[in-house]
């Protein structure tokens, strides 16, 4: 029978635990995208769901320091074998409850403008997405900006 999946406040050594899959989740190499620093320092607004032994999803975010107003999540996935079933929801439902009680009224995020699938996710979220901005990580980085009121 299939573990039940257990959300959680991420903790520093998950990192070596998302790092082991995420290039793999995503199906390109992303593991750069996350430096230890993220889980290092900002675990306790950071969630993970794992089944059993294994890692099902995460939502690795924070309470931005320079503008009190936002909460930015940075990096969220949920494996192949447990997408849509409403867990990336459910890891977005509890930061968010964690942002709002930490004083902030909006939330941030940015992803490629091939990710699709972000895209859509983000916008049945409740996000706004941007046209891509070009360069907006750097020369031929294009992202799109997602920002939600909560
Ligand atoms: C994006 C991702 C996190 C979504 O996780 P998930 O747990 O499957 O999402 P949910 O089941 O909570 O989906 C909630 C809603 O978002 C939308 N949605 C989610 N994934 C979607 C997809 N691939 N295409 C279209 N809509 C999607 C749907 O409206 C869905 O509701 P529904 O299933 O009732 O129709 C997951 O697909 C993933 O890990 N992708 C690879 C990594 C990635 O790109 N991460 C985001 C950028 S950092």
Excluded: C
Aim: overall charge neutral; glycine content about 10%; hydrophobic content about 40%.
């Amino acid at each position: 029978m299939a573990e039940p999946t257990v959300i959680r406040t991420a903790r520093p050594e998950d990192h070596a635990r998302i790092t082991a899959v995420a290039d793999a989740w995503w199906g390109r190499p992303v593991t750069g995208i996350l430096p230890r620093l993220f889980l290092d320092h900002f675990h306790p607004s950071s969630l993970v769901a794992d089944a059993g032994e294994d890692l099902a999803g995460f939502v690795i975010g924070f309470f931005s320091p320079g503008d009190g107003r936002t909460a930015y999540i940075h990096f969220t996935g949920v494996a192949p074998d447990q997408r849509r079933t409403g867990l990336a929801r459910e890891l977005y439902r509890r930061f968010f409850a964690l942002a709002k009680a930490d004083g902030r009224t909006r939330v941030h995020a940015v992803t490629a403008p091939f990710n699709t699938g972000s895209i859509a996710f983000h916008t049945a979220m409740g996000f706004t997405a941007s046209d891509p901005v070009p360069d907006y990580d750097g020369p031929g980085l294009d992202r799109v900006r997602f920002e939600r009121p909560l």
